[in-house]
Structures are given as C-alpha cells and as structure tokens.
C-alpha cells in the first residue's frame, strides 16, 4: 500500500515512517505537517491509507478527515498519543470517515507497538482490497460503568431484539439512531461496531453518555439484557448461541472484519424466534451484508442506511444489491421505524 502520514511531531512522524518502512509490501508516499497540508496532499496524490494524528495545527485531525472524505476520500486510521485521553475527538474523528484508531507507538510508552501499528495496517490493506480498494470508499453526501443489569434496573424477560451493525462513521451514527429513545419492556440492543478491541471499553462509555439507557461491553456469557445495549467488545465475533447467551468466537479467522456484523446477524437468524430488527449502518466493506439477508428470510424485520446519510456507503450497498433490506431509509426516519415497531418513547 501507498501510506501517508499526518504528524506534525518530527519524532511521531519518524518513528511511523521506520514502522512502514520495516515493511516490503508498504511504502510511505508523503508526509504532512498540518491537517491542511494533508488535505492538500492527499487531494494531490491520493493514498491507499493515512496514518493521521487528532492534534495537528491548522486544522486537527477531525477536520482533517472530514474534508479529505468529501473531497479525496481513501482510508484513514487514526494514530495518536493517548487516545484514551481524548475519547470524544476520537470519535468525532470515526463519525467523520476515519476507519479505526490505535496509539502512536512512540508515544504510547509500551512493548510492542510497532506491531500492533503492523497489524492495524495489515487489517486495513485486507479491508481496501475486500473494498475493491481504497477509492472504492464514498464520501459524505448529506454510559455504562460497572457491569450487570441488576445495578440499573431489575432484570426483564427479552422478548424482542434489535441488532446493529456498523464500521465507518458507525459510533456517530449509532448515537443519533439511539439518542432520545427508551425501548419498550423486554427490547434488548446489541451493537457490534467495528473497533479496536483496547477501545471498545470506552466506545460503551461515550456512546453510554449519549443516550437515556444503559450501555455496557458484552462479557462472554452475557445473557441479553432488556432496555441496555450490549457493545461487541473483542476483535472475534461476538454471537449469540441457542438458550440467547452472547458468546465470543475466533472463528471464522480468515474474516477481515472483526468482530464481524455477519456473523452476528447469521446467529440471531438461527437462534432467535422472537420479533427481531436487524439495522445495517454506515461501512467501508461488505461485512453484514449476507447476515442481513439471513434475517429477513428468517422472517425478521431488515434495514439499512441509505448512501445520503452514510459516511461510507459499502456495507448498507452490498445489502442493497442482494435485496437484504427490506427498507432502505436515511438514519433519522430508521428511528422512527424501530420506535413505531418496537414502541418505547
């Protein structure tokens, strides 16, 4: 892959130069100082793949993303010092077409980061190439703190379930589709967003500060929990056996997408008897696609995002094209469906 890098700390962005360069197969194309600079750049000489900081003078990495999307759009992986730290920009920064996030290797004081910078890699170069490559992306056209439902409220037989897939711009979009809505009795959530495994901890605590019900990461084991919602929290998939526990499986292992929508929705197909939605959000790829369809044959309600509202229009296309959503409906009237089907307020 063609890599660039948008650092404007000279060590930062040396020590990511060294990290690609200890690679073959990649090679860094250029090297921006300023979010503006890789603006321009990336309009001048488009890569595969940006490695881009959150703060940088100009324009931060936010903003960045949000007008190297709209206007040169190719895949960006967020690489900072601490991104634990800075929890909102970072998903500022997803809901703004940046695909994932991991920290700066120099910075983050720790063994091992440079593999796990290569692996990161490794997964968006399978990610680009399951996309039909990094131009195949389209740009924009338009809290939970402790664990077990006995601490919030008493625990409720679930009758219905309402499963939710997203990548790309997912964290922003799944706090919009969610934000002022308190489920019917007996309606259990479950998200699975593609993310870092060292990030989903804090995805459920944002996303739990965003909305009027409880949000937790999923635990192996976890039985699904009425008027929560459960978070995918591993890079294996999350799924859902046949007594509806929640259990976490690295198989399949040559997916690129982990933890993977398709597996998911394929388990809610098999298992779940009960009233069931399965929302297909905003992505770069094809993951849920197929689980999708699996549910709606399974007689289950099926959605998806439509390209206006979707930062990324791959998964909720791939659904699309193999007539898996029985509605295809920007994200602001896909809350109005689940709330006049489901109920709640």
Known sequence: MKIAIANDVA?????????????AEHQVLWIARTGAEAVRMCAENRPDLILMDLNMPELD???????????????????TGRPQDNVNQVFRALGAGALDVTATPVLQGQPGGDAELLAKIRTMDKLIRHSGGSQAMLPKTAGANGH??????????????????????GPVAVSKLLAGWRPPRGCAIV??????????????????EQLEMPVYAAEEGDELMARAVLIAKSNDHLTLDQ????RYDANPRDYAYRPSVDVFFHCVAQHWKGEAI????TGMGRDGAEGLLAMRR???????????SSAVYGMPRAAAELDAAQMILPLAKIGAVLRSTLGGK
Request: charge should be negative; aromatic fraction near 4%; include cysteine.
């Open 61 to 79: 990495g936010v903003e960045a993303s949000r007008q190297i999307m709209e206007q040169s759009p190719c895949a960006i992986l967020i690489v």
């Open 148 to 169: 077990g439902a006995a601490e919030v409220h008493e625990v409720e037989k679930v009758t219905s379930l309402l499963a939710i897939g997203a990548s790309t711009g």
């Open 11 to 23: 060590m930062a962005a040396e020590a990511l130069r060294r990290v690609v360069a200890s690679t």
């Open 243 to 246: 007594n509806h526990r929640l």
């Open 278 to 281: 399965g929302v297909l959000l």
């Open 298 to 308: 399974a007689g289950h309600t099926t959605i998806a995002q439509d390209q206006a």
């Open 191 to 208: 998200v699975v967003q593609h993310i870092d495994q060292h990030f989903a901890d804090n995805f459920a605590r944002w996303l739990g």
